[in-house]
């Protein structure tokens, strides 16, 4: 995505919201001999349904990802229960630091080690406020502009970004059912059964013919 990872356009990240992030992926996208299955982890699975209003995709998987409804009630479900952490990550969304266990107990229902936990915190980057607004209220997805694909929704039981009921409010709203991961939180591919995670979307793929 713009102004992520070795992207450019760092410097003037916030001037980017949820429609550059599409154009990203589309531009990749358009490469491709054929439609792609696009797979979308949190802020990733909402930048996958902007997708589908304009683009065709052969499939779609959402991993604990934002709800077409938005971050609104994720955000105050968290400010409620945990507003220590809703400090915290507002914080590090906005470059600020903050301490390895608010990333552990952000992410993670299952045990990481210190090692791991510091490398994936060094690589954690401020977000685009702009692409936060997008989410939460201004730019969210409308099914009415989408060709659906064949939808997997993924969630984990103990994800307090995107708690499973907002999992299940997704899957209710594009018409499948979700599937709930026991014992793992917001990070999925990073915990320490990524593999289940990952052998049931290889699965899905196959039963739908990708």
Do not use: C
């Amino acid at each position: 995505m713009s102004g992520h990872g070795g992207s450019p356009g760092r410097e003037h990240l916030d001037s980017f919201g949820i429609d550059q992030y599409v154009k990203d992926v589309v531009a990749v996208a358009s490469q491709l001999p054929a439609p792609p299955v696009l797979i979308g982890h949190s802020m990733g699975g909402m930048v996958a349904q902007k997708y589908l209003e304009g683009h065709e995709a052969a499939g779609l998987v959402l991993m604990a990802s934002v709800p077409p409804q938005g971050l609104w009630a994720a955000a105050l479900g968290l400010a409620f229960q945990k507003p220590g952490m809703m400090n915290d990550l507002n914080s590090l969304l906005g470059g600020g630091r903050v301490a390895l266990d608010t990333l552990r107990e952000a992410m993670f229902a299952q045990p990481v080690s210190a090692e791991d936990l510091a490398r994936w915190y060094r690589r954690l980057q401020p977000e685009s406020h702009r692409a936060i607004w997008d989410m939460t209220l201004f730019n969210l997805p409308l099914k009415s502009r989408m060709r659906l694909p064949p939808l997997l929704v993924l969630g984990a039981e103990h994800d307090t970004l995107i708690p499973s009921s907002q999992v299940e409010m997704t899957a209710r709203h594009y018409g499948v059912e979700a599937e709930i991961f026991p014992d793992m939180g917001h990070g999925m591919m990073l915990e320490r059964d990524w593999a289940k995670v990952a052998g049931r979307i290889l699965d899905w793929l196959a039963e739908q013919g990708l």
